[in-house]
């Protein structure tokens, strides 16, 4: 069993009254963060549509986790930067809960580490789809299914939206597009009762952030700059993930939160 897998097990449910029964589909949710947001809610009762790129075995691994935890899984497979698979993935979430969702949390990211004058456009257009358009294009066909249900949607955003990171910028600019769409959606969909939110965090210790250029530099930086004293979890996220999928956030509509353990104070 993986520490992240420890870790998010150990934590208890807080919201199984409220969740149980529940309904998600989850963007990137066979590994890292999606995953950790994945056994959160499963843990709490909620039954996931789990969408995930390339890699089965993480996926095959991730049901058996969340169905040991008694909730209902789907796995389906696409890229969520293209169309035609989110089309592909929506229709698979609706069949599964029968036209009704309660949660979309969309996690799936992917961007180039390069200057942003060295990226090619199908770098930049690549981050766009997958971190901006993939969310507009699944909310706008999620809504009929979410609407007048007390429904969340929510994304992962991160601190390269509001500040420099070194070759970061195809990622930190879609991420920036992608909170202002989070504010727009907050706005529109409040009167169908779905709550939209965003939560970014520091560096989270995953595979992904592994893939950083420079990483053991860039990972003693940000040691040095967070008051906590530590790297993200994946459960750190998910934790807050859960939270805004609670009434007890009811009154946070339209905000990206901030879950860093302190380090963009610096």
């Known amino acids: 069993m993986s520490s992240t897998t ?12 409220e969740f149980k029964g529940k309904k998600a589909l989850i963007t990137g949710g066979s590994r890292g963060i999606g995953r950790a947001i994945a056994l959160e809610l499963a843990s709490n009762g909620v039954d996931c549509v789990i969408n995930y790129l390339r890699n089965e075995e993480a996926a095959a691994e991730v049901k058996a986790e969340l169905e040991d935890k008694g909730v209902k899984v789907h796995l389906v497979q696409g890229n969520v930067g293209d169309g035609d698979e989110i089309k592909k993935m929506v229709q698979e979430t609706s069949d599964f809960f029968d036209g009704e969702l309660d949660i979309f949390v969309h996690n799936a990211a992917l961007g180039a580490f390069k200057p942003v004058l060295d990226l090619k456009p199908n770098q930049w257009d690549m981050s766009f789809n997958i971190n901006v358009k993939a969310l507009y294009l699944a909310a706008k066909k999620l809504v009929p299914m979410m609407e007048g249900r007390n429904s969340k949607i929510l994304s992962i955003s991160s601190l390269g939206s509001i500040s420099y990171i070194p070759d970061y910028g195809a990622i930190g600019i879609s991420k920036s597009a992608m909170e202002n769409l989070i504010r727009y959606l907050a706005v529109e969909l409040a009167p169908k009762k779905i709550r939209v939110n965003a939560v970014s965090g520091g560096p989270i210790d995953t595979d992904a952030l592994k893939m950083f250029p420079k990483y053991d530099e860039m990972v003693a930086d940000c040691l ?23 009434e007890q956030s009811k009154w946070i509509v339209g905000q990206t939160l901030i879950a860093d353990g302190g380090m963009s104070l610096f």
């Open 6 to 17: 420890s870790a998010v097990s150990a934590n208890p449910a807080l919201y199984a009254q």
């Open 224 to 246: 040095r700059r967070t008051p906590a004293g530590r790297l993200g979890q994946p459960e750190d996220i998910a934790r807050v993930i859960a939270f805004l999928c609670s």
